[in-house]
């Protein structure tokens, strides 16, 4: 069995493990109002990802990077969310926003990092946007989390219902513990 920062059991890749309801509404709504407040600070990204070959574009915020010894003075807001998730270390923290469109479109399949490593998608709004992981489709719902690995295929959405489809990626390494024994 490969446990060591792998999302495996026994040779096969998890499933991606959804949790409804993840944070205490306290912590839920501290952090919704932040990242929906008109202070909070989004940069405009103009590619999607490095599969996505049309004009496709998103909003983000980096909340922790640190290859570019990046930290947001927002960090603090998502430490409950870093609490209840044991990792070693973090390979990026960031937030997604997905304008609204005509259709809910799929975006290109991608992976954030070649390497096996413990990966998270936090809702912070419900809209009929969705993520794609493999063959598992994870419906946006606030407070929701899936867990999954990163390093696997998946793929962001817009949405239709909403101004816009909010999230939290997270990358983060996991040594020498398996994922299953957490969650």
């Known amino acids: ?15 991606p493990k959804i949790i409804d309801n993840f944070l205490d509404k306290e912590h ?7 990242i929906t407040s008109n202070a909070f600070t989004w940069t405009f990204v103009d ?5 996505q070959t049309n004009d496709d574009a998103y909003f983000a915020h980096i909340f922790y990077l640190p290859t570019k010894h990046h930290l947001s003075p927002y960090y ?4 409950p969310i870093m609490n209840k998730i044991p990792h070693d270390g973090i390979l990026r923290i960031k937030a997604n926003m997905y304008m609204r469109e005509k259709t809910v479109r799929e975006h290109a ?17 419900t809209c009929n946007g969705y993520t794609r992981i493999g063959d598992t489709k994870v419906d946006s719902v606030a407070n929701r989390i899936v867990f999954f690995d990163p390093s696997q295929k998946h793929a962001s959405t817009t949405c239709t219902d909403q101004r816009r ?19």
Request: with cysteine.
């Open 165 to 183: 489809r909010l999230n939290i990626n997270l990358n983060l390494i996991r040594l020498n513990r398996s994922f299953t024994s957490y969650y």
């Open 47 to 51: 590619t999607l990802n490095y599969a």
């Open 1 to 15: 069995e490969k446990t060591c920062n792998r999302l495996y059991i026994k040779g096969t890749i998890m499933k």
């Open 109 to 125: 399949s991608h992976i954030d990092y070649d390497a096996s490593h413990l990966g998270a998608i936090y809702s912070i709004n």
């Open 76 to 79: 603090d807001v998502i430490k």
């Open 28 to 34: 839920w709504n501290t952090i919704q109002e932040c």
